[in-house]
């Protein structure tokens, strides 16, 4: 048996992925979770074969999560299923470890075989993702880089970003300036919307 911890904040999706993984005579669904920190509690807890998880969940993201359990050498495989088709995401889901990428309109066959692919050693991720993949490079950005854009997505101002991060309001405004500067983007709200687009938050 395949044993799987599966992560989605949307409460009628997760039911669904569960009963329709149950029906797999070889899955294994021993635990599921709806948001990011609540997965890797039971990553850590059941070691699972697999982690089958969304991407956008409140608290950590499935990316954070998947980087969380390759740090900790943790023996289970991340395959993510989401409805992003962003080169950025599978970027960053790839130097996470994530080891399958799928999209949320895939047929449940096609996610079991994945899960049977990743759980046996391989990778799985859609052709066409892969090559807009290379065709868009790698995310310019660093995580802190990152963690202050969608704090500014949020409509913080600098010096309410710099009280969240403990940092000086000026240091906001120079991640916030070299992030636009990286992305092209003439200003915080531009560098947001490109990052946003290529998937890169």
Known sequence: MITI???????LLLGALVSLLGLEPDLDIVGKAAD???????????RPDILLTDIEMPGLTGIDVAAAITKEGLATRTVIV????RP????RARDAGVRGYLLKDAPVEALADAIRTV???GRIVPPELAAASWEAGRDPLSERERAILRLAEEGLSNKEI?????LSAGTIRNYLSDAA????AGNRIEAGRLARGNGWL
């Open 5 to 11: 911890v599966v992560a989605e904040d949307q409460t």
């Open 36 to 46: 990011g920190d609540a997965a890797i509690a039971l990553v850590r807890e059941l």
């Open 82 to 85: 989401t409805t992003f088709a």
């Open 88 to 91: 950025g995401y599978l970027s």
């Open 119 to 121: 759980a046996r050693g």
């Open 162 to 166: 710099a009280n969240r991060l403990s």
């Open 181 to 184: 500067a990286k992305l092209g």
